[in-house]
């Protein structure tokens, strides 16, 4: 969408190792004015889905989905990267590899948390090889909960993640897709 | 605060290690409209204080933070437990110990999202020993930014966190004191 592009050429930075920063106002400065219009567009396009639950990873996604419940007026439930002493009973588990931090996470969900009646909402900040994302698919697979709809601020469409959910039927909103990027400049996907 | 007392009676579990279990609505899912609750009333509190920021750590203070600059309409700023790929330039660095996960965290923010100009408002969703806190205090020191408040869901009032920052002369507003707690009950500390 238009707002998500503009702010990304206004205040993204292409850095080397196909990194686009946008720490200024997405994950670690946190616009809320920003991450009011991400909710919204979320809400707009998967109110009438039946939502029950928001998903989301750790740790800039909350922002994201805390923001989206704020719309649908639902409960956010966050998967957790390391295992808290606060976590105990039955957990769901997926491995999961970050691309920002390069390593393995094993990220747990409380099962009390996630059942066969949620209909669930996935959104994240990210999507690049989509790992996260096949992460808390899996969860919600191990739950036999219904993933009715997946909202991503900024999509690496050079990357297979977007392209490889989409092929798998998941309705995949990605706010904007960054085909192709450089010194030079950003190149959007036009929307279909 | 009546409407945080009332919650953690009503799902808060006691457990051993003086651990308050409440992640059925603060630290693992997320109740949005208990959120908005704790935000709004972080607003009636300070909204005289000239906020320019909100303050927090990863990961679910940003939860608080961000439903609290809702209503503040200023950015989120949150430190940062592990150095991410994407992290560069100057950063502030504090360590922290984390009574949750049982290990010392160094947490870092980017210097360009705090200086000498900023009024803070920290938030978080617990206090005990205040080593969160006092890592984002110090942050805020080497950034020379004034902290203009501190907002805290849960205190753990007979742990020293929260009454070293009021003999300090710090303008901390915790929503529910815990004084006590056991298998038997919880002792909440009546307020001022």
Redesign the interface.
């Known amino acids: 969408m238009k707002f998500m592009e503009d702010r990304i050429l206004k205040d993204g930075q292409v ?1 080397p ?1 196909n ?1 686009l ?1 946008v ?2 106002f997405l ?7 920003l ?2 219009e991400v909710g919204k567009a979320f809400y707009e396009r998967f109110k009438d889905k039946g939502v029950t639950k928001i998903l989301t990873v ?3 996604g ?2 994201i ?3 989206t ?2 719309y649908f ?6 998967a ?1 990267k ?1 295992k ?5 009973g039955d957990l769901y588990t997926s491995v999961v590899h970050s691309f ?3 390593i393995d996470n094993t990220v747990t ?2 099962k ?2 996630l059942g066969a009646d949620d209909k669930v909402l996935i959104v994240d900040d990210f999507l690049a090889n989509g790992k996260a994302v096949n992460g808390l698919l899996d969860i919600c697979r191990q739950a036999g909960a219904e993933v009715v709809g997946i909202g991503i601020a900024i999509e690496k469409g050079f990357q297979r993640g977007g392209d490889d959910l989409r092929e798998r039927g998941y309705d995949l909103l990605s706010l904007a897709v960054v085909d192709e990027m450089s010194d030079t400049g950003i190149v959007f996907r036009k929307e279909a």
């Open positions: 850095r190792g990194i920063k720490d200024s994950n670690h400065q946190l616009d809320i004015t991450l009011n750790e740790a800039s909350i922002a989905a805390c923001m419940a704020n007026g639902t409960p956010v439930v966050f957790k390391s808290s002493r606060n976590l105990d920002t931090y390069g969900l409380s009390k948390f």
